[in-house]
C-alpha cells in the first residue's frame, strides 16, 4: 500500500523548503494541522579591515649628496597611514636588505609603531649609518609595515648609493698678524691674527671647532670671543678667522706664540698648529692682509645635463588640485642592476624624461607636490608599492579623483602572447613574467573609479628600445596585442605598431616627452586631448624622420567608456 500524504503536508513541507518552519498540532476534532511560521533570517556582519599605506618616504643625509658616506649617520622617514575602516593592531616595521649584507652599513632592523586607528597617520624613522669601513655598494631596502592581523602595507623598496669613508683633514693654511695701521708691534696695542683653516682631505668635516689659547698668562683677548664653531667644512673649503688680542706690558719674552686648536666630530683629522709673531717686528695694516690657501685636488663635481629649453622656464599656476594624484617613473640605468647587461641596452635619457615631466606636473598641471610620486630605476616592488598607494589614494577620494600614469624605460611582449609588459630595472628580457603586466596597471587604475586616468607611455613593446632593445639578441620585433581598456581612460603612447620609442639626444629626452612637454610648455597646460594628440603625433612623426631616419608614430588608445568626451578633456 502506497504512503499517503496530505496535501496540507506536501504544502507545509514546499513552504520549508523555502525557508520557513512548520510544527504537527492535534487539532480538536482528532486531525492533525500543521502550523507553518516564518524561518528566522540570518545575517552576516562583515568585519571592518585595516587598509595600511606608506608615503611621503624621504632620505636624508648630512652631506645632501643623497648617499650614504663611511662616517655618516642618516635616516628614511616615511608616514604609515591607515586608510581603512578599522583598526590595525601592532603593527611593526622590519627592515633589512634585498642583496647581500654591505660591510660597515648599520640601521634599525625593527621598530614597534602600535595600533593604528582609521584615518590615523603616523610617522616613522629608520636610523642609517655608514662606518668607517663601509664599502662602496648599492644598498636596496626593503621595509615592511606588519598588521598583526595580515593586514600589512606594500613593502616600501628604497635604493641608496653607499660610499666609502674619505677622512677630512684640518690645518691652518696660512696666518698673518696686523695691526690697524700697521708698523711695529707693541706692547698694550691690539694685534689682530687673521688665520685661514682649510679642509684639505678627501671628505667632509663635520661638527668643527677652533680655539685660540695663549701659552702666556700675559696675553688678553679683546674681541668677542677666542672659540668659534664652524659647522661642516667640505673638501678644499675654507674659513677666514679674525682674532684680536694684546700682550700687556708685563710681557717679557722676544715672541708672543698662539695656539691654534682644531677639532672635528671624529677627534682624528685635525691639525692643531703655533703661530708666532715677534716683538717689534714690523707689521701690514689689516687692511692690506693677504691669505693664500692650499691648492688641494678638487671634488669631483658632476655636471648637470639639462639643458633642453623645455627643462627651463615652465609655466607655473599656484592652483592646485588635492584630487589629482601621480606616479611617475623613469627606468634608465638597467645595467647597473643587471651585470649581464651592457650600458647600450640603457634607456638614454629616461630619468631626465621622468624628472622634469614630474616638474611640469606640479607647477603647471596642478597636481600637489605631496600627491605626486617620482620613482627613477624602478625596481618590481618599488612601482607595484607606488601603484596600489596611488590607485588606493583615488579610491578613498571618490569620483572627484584624476590619475596620471607616465612611463619612461622598457617595455616588453611575451614573445608567444604579445601581451605586454612594463620591465623594472631588476628584471631581465628572459624573466618576463616578474615584470608588470601593461592590462594589470590599467585594471588597478580604472578600478579605483576616478573620472579621468590619463596614461602616457614614452616606451615600446617591441622588443626594441632608445638605442638597443633589453634583449639584444632578438632580431624579430614582435607585435605587442593591443589592450583593451575599460573606465575612463586614455592612453597616450610613443609608438604604433612594431615601431621603436627613439631619443632626441640633441635635447636630452625621448623624442615622445619632448614634443608632450613642449606642447604643454607652449600652452601652460591650457590645451585639450585632441590638440596635444595631433601636435605630438604630428612632430614626433616627422622629426623622427630628420633626426634617427626611422619612423616613430604616436598612437592613442581609449577605453569606450569616453569615446565621445575624451577629446575635450584639458590637462589641466
Known sequence: ??????????????????????????????????????????????????DLVIKEEVFADLSNNNMIDGGEACYINFKVQNLGTGGAKNVTVNVGLKNNAIRGLSFTKKLDVGNIAPGETRDVTINVTGGTELQHALAEFKIEVMEEQGFDAYPLEMKIETQPFQPPYL??????????????LKLNNPIQLKILLQNIGKGDAKDVNLSFVFPNPDCVVLGETDKFSLGILKPGETKELDFIFTATRRYKEPTIPVDVKITEASGKYAHDSTVRVQLDQDLVAQNNVVINAIATPSAAVTKASLSSEVDKNIPEDPRKNTSRFALIIGNEEYSKYQPGLNTEMNVAYARNDASVFRDYAIKTLGFPESNVYLLQDATTGEMNQ???????????????????????????????????????????????FQAIRLSDIYKKLSETGARKISVFLDACFTGGGRGSGLLAARSVKVKPTEETLDGNIVVFAATSGEQSALPYAKEKHGMFTYYLLKKIQETSGNTSYKDLTDYVIKNVSLESLKVNQKEQDPAVNISNDVSGTWQSWKLK
Open 1 to 50: 500500500m502506497k504512503p499517503f500524504i496530505s496535501l496540507a503536508l506536501l504544502l507545509a513541507l514546499t513552504i520549508l523548503g523555502q525557508g520557513a518552519s512548520a510544527q504537527v498540532v492535534q487539532g480538536s476534532s482528532g486531525v492533525k494541522k500543521i502550523k507553518v511560521g516564518k524561518a528566522p533570517v540570518v545575517t552576516r556582519t562583515v568585519k571592518s579591515m585595516p
Open 171 to 184: 690645518v691652518v693654511a696660512d696666518a698673518v698678524f696686523s695691526t690697524e695701521s700697521g708698523g711695529r
Open 386 to 432: 607606488k601603484l596600489d598607494l596611488i590607485s588606493k589614494l583615488a579610491a578613498k577620494t571618490g569620483s572627484d579623483a584624476e590619475l596620471l600614469f607616465y612611463y619612461a624605460g622598457h617595455g616588453l611582449p611575451d614573445e608567444n602572447t604579445h601581451i605586454p609588459y612594463l620591465i623594472p630595472v631588476d628584471v631581465s628580457g628572459t624573466n618576463i
